[in-house]
């Protein structure tokens, strides 16, 4: 079964920090993009943070200079390292990967199911 799972969400203070973690299994025979997507009580999902093979990164304007990307290829895992997380962080947080289960196969975009982070006092 082709997966990504989410961990790390949690209960945190204002000015706190949280590292996220997404984890891909299965039959995947390649990865290429991922990133991180949040979705808040009654908005719509953004994105927050992208990443490519090569390690270029990306970022939502409003988490620039908090938040940072860093994936491991090797272990097919991707971070979120959350700092001076304010209240208006709160939401799922949830990754998404382009992956293809062979070399010859067409990419497709996999979602994990999100974990929750509320930063609250």
């Known amino acids: 079964q082709v997966q990504l799972v989410e961990s790390g969400g949690d209960l945190v203070q204002p000015g706190g920090s949280l590292r996220l973690s997404c984890a891909a299994s299965g039959n995947i025979y390649s990865i290429r993009d991922r990133n991180w997507y949040r979705q808040a009580p009654g908005k719509q999902r953004e994105f927050v943070a992208g990443i490519t093979t090569g390690g270029s990164t990306a970022y939502a304007d409003s988490v620039k200079g908090r938040f940072t990307i860093t994936r491991d290829n090797a272990k097919k895992m991707v971070y979120l390292q959350m700092n001076s997380l304010k209240p208006e962080d709160t939401a799922v947080y949830s990754c998404?990967?382009?992956?293809?289960?062979?070399?010859?196969?067409?990419?497709?975009?996999?979602w994990g199911q999100g974990t929750q982070v509320t930063v609250s006092a």
């Open positions: 998404n990967a382009e992956v293809r289960a062979t070399s010859r196969s067409q990419w497709y975009t996999l």
